[in-house]
């Protein structure tokens, strides 16, 4: 157990439907990051968060926002989905804003019929 | 911008060693990353080079050359429970990039 808990574990939606990921770090851990990983896809990063401020950002889609609350846990939010956005969608939490070792959750898969 | 290349897939023998490879392309190189992934699993980390050389953590070790780019992540005396897809991965700034994943078989 990573001790990052995301929520929920399955998620099956419709196109044109909006969703909500939710991931709380481990205890003390101030980064956050979000990964969307498709079939035979590697990891491809979305956004990080670092004490409730953005810090980077990669190929994240217009329709995909993501924010961190003052008590560290973050959510993502995808909206106007397409049969595309399904994934498994990974939170991964380190303590500082450039630690080497991310401790991931167990992720949410995203179906989209 | 940042590039990774690894092996899509790797077969070995149960009780073998297994080296997979990885070469990067990166501005402001800090290190090489290596995780583990099993099948319906969560990437788990397995271990950081920021200088050149040889690590070792039991029976994984990782190398790094940072001269040639490359690195790879050894895996000795082979399990079955060894197979699942390994990941090297770089940072960019406040990004982790991963490359796509090397996906290990293990044969009894």
């Known amino acids: 157990d990573s001790g990052v808990t995301q929520t929920p574990k399955h998620l099956i939606t419709a196109t044109g439907q909006r969703v909500t990921l939710r991931c709380s770090p481990r205890s003390g851990d101030l980064s956050v990051y979000w990964y969307q990983q498709s079939l035979d896809q590697g990891l491809q990063f979305l956004i990080q968060?670092?004490?409730?401020?953005?810090?980077a950002k990669g190929n994240i889609l217009e329709r995909f926002s993501a924010q961190q609350f003052p008590d560290l846990h973050s959510e993502l939010n995808l909206s106007s989905l397409e049969l595309g956005d399904s994934a498994l969608y990974f939170c991964?939490?380190?303590?500082?804003?450039?630690?080497?070792?991310?401790?991931f959750g167990s992720g949410t898969q995203l179906s989209v019929l | 911008g940042q590039s990774l290349e690894q092996p899509s897939e790797v077969t070995a023998v149960e009780g073998a060693i297994v080296q997979i490879n990885c070469t990067y392309q990166?501005?402001?190189?800090?290190?090489l990353s290596w995780y583990q992934q099993h099948d319906g699993g969560a990437p788990t980390f397995l271990s950081y080079?920021?200088?050149?050389g040889l690590e070792e953590t039991g029976r994984f070790s990782s190398f790094l050359s940072r001269s040639d780019s490359y690195g790879y992540l050894l895996l000795q005396e082979l399990q079955m429970k060894d197979s699942a897809s390994y990941f090297c991965a770089v940072r960019k700034d406040d990004k982790i990039i991963f490359g796509k994943g090397t996906r290990l078989h293990i044969l009894p």
């Open positions: 990166t501005s402001g190189f800090y290190g």
């Open positions: 968060y670092y004490n409730g401020e953005e810090r």
């Open positions: 080079n920021a200088l050149d």
């Open positions: 991964a939490s380190s303590a500082r804003s450039r630690d080497e070792k991310l401790f």
